[in-house]
């Protein structure tokens, strides 16, 4: 009888588990969502470099863990480059601008739920660091974007500025609810080092992830 009962009690303590499991895989799952992953420059734009570093690179590899950690949760996700390229037309007179508007349509058409550009930061005092995330007040959410994924790199224990806003164009001008992340500053020689390994690149497109979850959440 005795048996019996603890069968009883640990089939029901099982079920109970199980059942919790498939909440939180429920509750945390972006199945039906669209995120446009942008990884920043590329081409004949290299953005920011320390020697043969070059922050297109870096965008992009970063770009590509990204991916990797949403599809996890069942996200839909559109890159806006998937190699060195930038998306300017030979027939633009400002490549840069023609980059960053086919930029902005390609994030639209594709009824994007949020947008995230990636990028890496510089500054010319070295010591400089940490994460840091922008956001344009063009559409309200994208604050409370930037909050979510600031705060989780700070439970991470990763330095990370405060949240603030630019003007820059593409941000300025894509109504999509998105975020710039600053993944760190390639003029510091701790973060240079870490942002060019897999393992760290891994970290914060996890970081980012769970950021972009609790947004979605709530």
Same mark, same amino acid.
């Given at each position: 009888m005795i048996k019996q009962y603890k069968k009883v009690m640990l089939g029901l303590l099982l079920l109970f588990v199980f059942t919790l499991q498939f909440i939180e895989a429920k509750n945390v799952s972006l199945k !039906?969502?669209? =995120? *446009?992953?942008?990884?920043?420059?590329?081409?004949?734009?290299? !953005?920011?470099?320390?020697?043969?570093?070059?922050?297109?690179?870096?965008?992009?590899?970063?770009s590509e863990q990204l991916e990797n950690e949403l599809v996890k949760y069942g996200a839909t996700i559109y890159m806006t480059r998937t190699k060195d390229e930038d998306l300017s037309s030979p027939y633009d007179k400002r490549k840069k601008r023609g980059d960053l508007y086919r930029r902005i349509r390609f994030i639209e058409k594709n009824k994007t739920t949020l947008y995230l550009s990636i990028h890496i930061n510089w500054y010319n005092d070295y010591?400089?660091?940490? $994460?840091?995330?922008?956001?344009?007040?063009?559409?309200?959410?994208?604050?409370?974007? %930037?909050? %979510?994924? @600031?705060?989780?790199?700070?439970?991470?224990?990763?330095? @990370?500025? #405060?949240?603030? *806003?630019?003007?820059?164009?593409?941000?300025?001008? *894509?109504? $999509?609810?998105? $975020?710039?992340?600053?993944? !760190?500053?390639? %003029?510091?020689k701790n973060e240079r080092y870490l942002?060019? @390994?897999? #393992?760290?690149?891994?970290? =914060? %497109?996890?970081? =980012?992830?769970? !950021?972009?979850?609790?947004y979605l959440n709530t």
């Open positions: !039906g969502k669209v =995120i *446009t992953i942008d990884p920043g420059h590329g081409g004949r734009d290299s !953005g920011t470099r320390y020697g043969n570093i070059l922050e297109k690179d870096l965008n992009l590899q970063i010591y400089y660091s940490g $994460v840091e995330i922008l956001y344009n007040n063009i559409n309200p959410k994208n604050k409370k974007l %930037s909050e %979510s994924i @600031t705060n989780e790199f700070l439970k991470a224990k990763i330095k @990370t500025r #405060e949240p603030t *806003t630019t003007d820059l164009y593409l941000y300025r001008n *894509t109504k $999509v609810p998105g $975020v710039l992340i600053e993944c !760190g500053f390639l %003029s510091n942002l060019q @390994t897999k #393992e760290y690149q891994q970290e =914060i %497109s996890k970081i =980012i992830t769970k !950021g972009v979850i609790n």
